[in-house]
C-alpha cells in the first residue's frame, strides 16, 4: 500500500480521535435554567427552557445572571433554537434574529444557530438581567422541543472550537470520496467486483452524510429549513445502514443473497420507523447495521473465509465506539465510527487486490519460466532430426553441426537465467542460428542489420522464437535473408523484423513461440510493450515496440 495511504489514515484518525474532545476543551456557562415568564413574580418556579420551548408559540422569557467576575475578553452568547427571537440585556436590545410574531404570516424566520457579541464592559461582575422574546410558528408541531442551546462562551474558544468540530469531518469526508472514486475506477477499468462498487458507494454515502452533518455549522441557515436537513440525515444514515452489511454479504459471497438482502433491509428499515427522535432513529438503525455486520463476520469467520478475521475485529471495535459514543454520535461519534470502521476496511481490501496481483505477477512470472524452458526442447528437437539428415549425407558437415548447435545451446541456456540480454546479444544468438540453418539448407541464410543496435535490451530468445517460427511454418530452399530495422524515438524503440517468403509446409504448432513472445515481454516491460504481426506481400512483418531506457 502507497506510504501516502498510511499517513492519510493516520492523521484522519488522529483528527476524529480530537473530535468528541471540542466540547470538554471549551469553558462554558450554560444558561438553560432558572426562566421566568415576562412579569411572573419571583415565587413563582423556574424552569428549563427545554420544558417551556413548544411549537407554534410567541413566548417572552427571563431571567437574572449573576457573573463571578468580569471577562478578560469579549464574549458570545450563542443561542440555538427553532425560532425568531430578540434578546435583552438588562433592558437593552443586544441582538435580533428574525423577525418574532404572533402569526406565521407575520413571523421572519431567524437563523438556527445565532451569537450576540458581548464586550466585557457589558459583562461586568455581577448581577445582570436577560430577557428572551422567541416565537415558533414555523416549527412542526410534532417536534418535542425547538430549543438546542443557550450559553455564554469566550469567543476566541468557540472559534477554535468550531474548527475542531468541522475539519476532522471535513477531511474524513474528502478521504472517503477519494477512496470511493478509486474503488469506482477499479470495479470499471480493472476488475467488475460487486463488493468493490459496494464499499465504493458506502464511502461516497458516509461522505455525503459528513457533508450534510456539517451543513448547519458551516453555513447556517434559516430554521424552517432544519427539518428538510434531519430527512436527508436520516435518508442517508439509512442508506448508509443499509450497504454497510450488504458489502459484507457480497464481500464474504454468503449465499442465500436475496433472502438475507430481504432481512437486513426489513430490519433496518423497521429500526427508522421507530416512533423516536431522528437523533435515536439513526442511533437505531445504525446500531441495527452493526449488529448485523458483525453477525455476518462472525459467521464468515465461523467458515473460515478469507479476511474474515480482520472483518471481526473491526466490527467488534466498530460496535464497542459506537456504544461508547452514547448520545455524542450525532455531535462527532458517527464521524469516529466511520474513520474507525471503512478506513480499515479500505486498508484491508487495498491489502487484498495487492496480494491479489502479487498471485497474478507470480503466475505470469511462472508461465514465462515455463514457455523458457520448453524453447529449448522444441528447438533441440528440430536441431536433432537435422543432425540425422547431415549424418546421412556428410559425417564431417554434422560434426560441424554439432559444434555450432552446442554452442548455440550454451548461449540459450545462459541467456535464459537473465530477465532481459542486450539486443547485441540476442543478435549473436540468431547470427548462430542462421549459420546453423544455413549449414542444414546447404543454402546462405543471414540476418542484416538496419539501425543501431547498442542500448537496446530485450528478453532473451525474442527474435531467436520469431526465426524459428519462420523456418516451422516455411521451406526455404534457397536459402534467405531477414532484415532488422531499429527505429529510436523519445519514447520509443521499434524493431521491425522481416521475414521472408517461403513454400508453405504443413504445421501444427501449438503455438508456444507466440505466447513465449507475448509473455516475455509483458513480463520485461509490462503494459509498456507491444507487439504485432502483419502479412505481406512478400512474407510476413513482425514489429517489437519498446520503451525508451531511461
Same mark, same amino acid.
Given at each position: 500500500?502507497?506510504?501516502?495511504?498510511?499517513?492519510?489514515?493516520?492523521?484522519c484518525l488522529?483528527?476524529c480521535?480530537?473530535?468528541?474532545?471540542?466540547?470538554?476543551?471549551?469553558? %462554558?456557562?450554560?444558561?438553560?435554567?432558572?426562566?421566568r415568564?415576562?412579569?411572573?413574580?419571583?415565587?413563582?418556579?423556574?424552569?428549563?427552557?427545554?420544558?417551556?420551548?413548544?411549537?407554534?408559540?410567541?413566548?417572552?422569557?427571563? %431571567? *437574572?445572571?449573576?457573573?463571578?467576575?468580569?471577562?478578560? /475578553?469579549?464574549?458570545?452568547?450563542?443561542?440555538?433554537?427553532?425560532?425568531?427571537?430578540?434578546?435583552?440585556l *438588562?433592558?437593552?436590545?443586544?441582538?435580533?434574529?428574525?423577525?418574532?410574531a404572533?402569526?406565521?404570516?407575520?413571523?421572519?424566520?431567524?437563523?438556527?444557530?445565532?451569537?450576540?457579541?458581548?464586550?466585557?464592559q457589558?459583562l461586568?461582575?455581577?448581577?445582570?438581567?436577560?430577557?428572551?422574546?422567541? /416565537?415558533?410558528?414555523?416549527?412542526p408541531?410534532?417536534?418535542t422541543?425547538?430549543?438546542?442551546?443557550?450559553?455564554?462562551? *469566550?469567543?476566541?474558544?468557540?472559534?477554535?472550537?468550531?474548527?475542531?468540530?468541522?475539519?476532522?469531518?471535513?477531511l474524513?469526508?474528502?478521504?472517503?470520496?477519494?477512496?470511493?472514486?478509486?474503488?469506482?475506477?477499479?470495479?470499471?477499468?480493472?476488475?467488475?467486483?460487486?463488493?468493490?462498487?459496494?464499499?465504493?458507494?458506502?464511502?461516497?454515502?458516509?461522505?455525503?452524510?459528513?457533508?450534510?452533518?456539517?451543513?448547519?455549522?458551516?453555513?447556517?441557515?434559516?430554521?424552517?429549513?432544519?427539518?428538510?436537513?434531519?430527512?436527508?440525515?436520516?435518508?442517508?444514515?439509512?442508506l448508509?445502514s443499509?450497504?454497510?452489511?450488504?458489502?459484507?454479504?457480497?464481500?464474504?459471497r454468503?449465499?442465500?443473497?436475496?433472502l438475507a438482502?430481504?432481512?437486513l433491509?426489513?430490519?433496518?428499515?423497521?429500526?427508522?420507523?421507530?416512533?423516536?427522535?431522528?437523533?435515536?432513529?439513526c442511533w437505531?438503525?445504525?446500531?441495527?447495521?452493526?449488529?448485523?455486520?458483525?453477525?455476518?463476520?462472525?459467521?464468515?469467520?465461523?467458515?473460515?473465509?478469507?479476511?474474515?478475521?480482520?472483518?471481526?475485529?473491526?466490527?467488534?471495535?466498530?460496535?464497542?465506539?459506537?456504544?461508547?459514543?452514547?448520545?455524542?454520535?450525532?455531535?462527532g461519534?458517527?464521524?469516529?465510527?466511520?474513520?474507525f470502521?471503512l478506513?480499515?476496511?479500505?486498508a484491508?481490501?487495498?491489502a487484498?487486490?495487492?496480494?491479489?496481483?502479487?498471485?497474478?505477477?507470480?503466475?505470469?512470472?511462472?508461465?514465462?519460466?515455463?514457455?523458457?524452458? /520448453?524453447?529449448?526442447?522444441h528447438?533441440?528437437m528440430? /536441431?536433432?532430426?537435422?543432425?540425422?539428415?547431415?549424418?546421412?549425407?556428410?559425417?564431417?558437415?554434422?560434426?560441424?553441426?554439432?559444434?555450432?548447435l552446442?554452442?548455440?545451446?550454451?548461449?540459450?541456456?545462459?541467456?535464459?537465467?537473465?530477465?532481459?540480454?542486450?539486443?547485441?546479444?540476442?543478435?549473436?544468438?540468431?547470427?548462430?542460428?542462421?549459420?546453423?540453418?544455413?549449414?542444414?539448407?546447404?543454402?546462405?541464410?543471414?540476418?542484416?542489420?538496419?539501425?543501431?543496435?547498442?542500448g537496446?535490451?530485450?528478453?532473451p530468445?525474442?527474435?531467436?522464437?520469431?526465426?524459428?517460427?519462420?523456418?516451422?511454418?516455411?521451406?526455404? %530452399?534457397?536459402?534467405?535473408?531477414?532484415?532488422? %530495422?531499429?527505429?529510436?524515438?523519445?519514447?520509443?524503440?521499434?524493431l521491425?523484423?522481416i521475414?521472408?517468403?517461403g513454400?508453405?509446409?504443413?504445421?501444427a504448432?501449438?503455438?508456444?513461440?507466440e505466447?513465449?513472445?507475448?509473455?516475455?515481454?509483458h513480463?520485461?516491460?509490462? *503494459?509498456?510493450?507491444?507487439?504485432?504481426?502483419?502479412?505481406?506481400?512478400?512474407?510476413?512483418?513482425?514489429?517489437?515496440?519498446?520503451?525508451?531506457?531511461?
Open positions: 500500500m502507497p506510504s501516502f495511504f498510511h499517513y492519510l489514515l493516520r492523521y488522529a483528527c480521535l480530537a473530535l468528541p474532545c471540542f466540547a470538554m476543551g471549551m469553558d %462554558r456557562l450554560s444558561l438553560d435554567e432558572g426562566w415568564t415576562c412579569g411572573a413574580s419571583a415565587a413563582a418556579p423556574a424552569a428549563s427552557l427545554r420544558q417551556l420551548f413548544r411549537p407554534g408559540q410567541l413566548l417572552c422569557l427571563e %431571567r *437574572d445572571v449573576t457573573l463571578a467576575a468580569t471577562p478578560s /475578553s469579549t464574549q458570545l452568547l450563542v443561542l440555538s433554537a427553532l425560532a425568531s427571537s430578540e434578546l435583552w *438588562d433592558g437593552h436590545l443586544i441582538g435580533s434574529n428574525g423577525q418574532p404572533r402569526l406565521a404570516s407575520g413571523e421572519r424566520a431567524g437563523d438556527i444557530d445565532f451569537a450576540i457579541h458581548l464586550t466585557p457589558q461586568t461582575m455581577g448581577k445582570h438581567h436577560l430577557r428572551l422574546l422567541l /416565537s415558533t410558528q414555523q416549527v408541531s410534532h417536534l422541543s425547538p430549543f438546542y442551546a443557550l450559553f455564554l462562551v *469566550d469567543r476566541q474558544d468557540h472559534r477554535a472550537a468550531l474548527a475542531w468540530y468541522r475539519l476532522p469531518p471535513l474524513l469526508a474528502g478521504a472517503l470520496g477519494a477512496v470511493a472514486l478509486l474503488f469506482l475506477a477499479l470495479t470499471v477499468l480493472y476488475q467488475r467486483q460487486r463488493h468493490w462498487a459496494m464499499f465504493a458507494a458506502l464511502c461516497l454515502v458516509a461522505a455525503l452524510l459528513l457533508v450534510v452533518e456539517l451543513w448547519r455549522s458551516i453555513t447556517g441557515y434559516v430554521y424552517p429549513w432544519h427539518l428538510p436537513r434531519l430527512y436527508a440525515v436520516s435518508a442517508l444514515t439509512w448508509f443499509a450497504l454497510l452489511p450488504l458489502y459484507f454479504y457480497t464481500a464474504y454468503l449465499p442465500r443473497w436475496p438482502a430481504v432481512v433491509l426489513a430490519g433496518i428499515a423497521l429500526a427508522g420507523a421507530l416512533p423516536a427522535h431522528f437523533d435515536s432513529r437505531w438503525m445504525f446500531l441495527t447495521a452493526l449488529a448485523a455486520s458483525l453477525a455476518l463476520n462472525l459467521d464468515a469467520l465461523r467458515r473460515r473465509l478469507p479476511g474474515s478475521r480482520g472483518g471481526t475485529l473491526i466490527g467488534l471495535a466498530s460496535c464497542a465506539l459506537f456504544l461508547l459514543t452514547g448520545s455524542q454520535f450525532a455531535e461519534g458517527f464521524a469516529l465510527v466511520v474513520c470502521l478506513l480499515p476496511l479500505c484491508q481490501l487495498l487484498q487486490l495487492l496480494r491479489v496481483r502479487s498471485k497474478a505477477a507470480r503466475a505470469r512470472q511462472l508461465e514465462n519460466q515455463l514457455l523458457r524452458k /520448453s524453447m529449448q526442447p528447438f533441440l528440430n /536441431s536433432l532430426s537435422l543432425i540425422s539428415e547431415l549424418n546421412a549425407q556428410s559425417p564431417q558437415a554434422a560434426e560441424t553441426f554439432i559444434e555450432a552446442g554452442a548455440e545451446l550454451r548461449m540459450l541456456n545462459e541467456f535464459a537465467q537473465q530477465p532481459s540480454i542486450a539486443l547485441t546479444q540476442e543478435l549473436a544468438l540468431c547470427q548462430n542460428y542462421l549459420s546453423i540453418m544455413g549449414t542444414r539448407l546447404q543454402q546462405p541464410c543471414s540476418l542484416q542489420l538496419d539501425g543501431e543496435a547498442a537496446i535490451t530485450v528478453p530468445a525474442l527474435l531467436l522464437t520469431a526465426l524459428e517460427n519462420a523456418f516451422s511454418h516455411n521451406r526455404y %530452399r534457397h536459402g534467405a535473408v531477414f532484415v532488422l %530495422r531499429i527505429a529510436q524515438h523519445a519514447q520509443t524503440q521499434i521491425t523484423l521475414l521472408p517468403e513454400v508453405a509446409r504443413p504445421h504448432g501449438s503455438g508456444v513461440g505466447q513465449y513472445i507475448r509473455a516475455s515481454l513480463a520485461v516491460f509490462g *503494459d509498456a510493450a507491444h507487439y504485432a504481426s502483419e502479412q505481406q506481400q512478400a512474407g510476413w512483418r513482425l514489429t517489437f515496440s519498446l520503451p525508451a531506457a531511461p
